[in-house]
């Protein structure tokens, strides 16, 4: 069976500082990989998605990047934190080829103050 | 364009009440529905899904008919618990092989014992 990881599970990080934040499937080869973020109260934003190794879609502009260095692994991150960039990151996973269900990650809380 | 249009919440019913969650889209094409169940602090799970015209999709009680003549596909339940209280997602997917998951904005469903 197929799992996903994210880690950490909260963090909280000063404004200026840098951000990695990881997430990991097992049990599936060359999925689809998605970045969400979730502020307080509101819904999903899409913030970046992945085809393949090293392939990556930036749906919003801005202070965030993303990576993905192995097939499973798929990294958030930021030069310099900005107070909006809190909120709760969710990473998320899909076949190749479908339009099937997307299978989400447990979630990183992020507070910058 | 596509996109999803459900309805505001947040939502307070009392255990055992019937509930209606509404959902519509725009989409080309012939998608695939979804609905999505987030339970607090954690990340999202599917509930439901239809990949055709008329397909209902059911889990947990829950219900939801794709009816492409009114472009909806809204979420019921006969008989809630407190225990169904989370955010509810609804979503689409294009058809197309490389493409993202277009999600609502959520319905918080509060439910009293």
């Known amino acids: 069976s197929q799992t996903i990881h994210q880690w950490p599970a909260t963090l909280v990080q000063p404004v200026g500082s840098p951000l990695s934040l990881e997430c990991t499937v097992e049990?599936?080869?060359?999925?689809?990989l998605y970045w969400y973020r979730q502020a307080a109260g509101r819904g999903l934003q899409l913030l970046f998605y992945?085809?393949?190794?090293?392939?990556i879609s930036s749906e919003v502009p801005q202070n965030l990047s993303a990576s993905r260095p192995q097939d499973r692994q798929f990294i958030l991150s930021s030069k310099k934190l900005l107070l909006s960039d809190s909120g709760f990151y969710l990473c998320?996973?899909?076949?190749?080829?479908?339009?099937?269900?997307?299978?989400f990650g447990p979630g990183t809380r992020l507070l910058v103050l | 364009g596509n996109s999803v249009t459900q309805m505001e919440g947040p939502v307070t019913l009392s255990e055992e009440a019937f509930l209606t969650i509404n959902c519509t889209y725009t989409?080309?094409?012939?998608?695939?529905l979804f609905w999505y169940v987030q339970y607090p602090g954690e990340g999202l799970q599917l509930l439901l899904k239809?990949?055709?015209?008329?397909d209902k999709g059911s889990n947990k009680g829950f219900e939801a008919t794709y009816r492409k003549e009114t472009t909806s596909f809204h979420l019921e339940k006969g008989s809630v618990q407190v225990s169904d209280s989370a955010v509810y997602f609804c979503a689409l997917s294009p058809y197309s092989s490389a493409s993202k998951i277009i999600f609502g904005s959520g319905t918080r469903l509060s439910i009293r014992p």
């Open positions: 049990g599936t080869s060359n999925p689809n």
């Open positions: 989409a080309t094409g012939y998608p695939s």
């Open positions: 239809a990949t055709k015209a008329d």
């Open positions: 998320a996973w899909r076949r190749t080829g479908t339009g099937g269900d997307q299978y």
């Open positions: 992945s085809i393949g190794i090293g392939q």
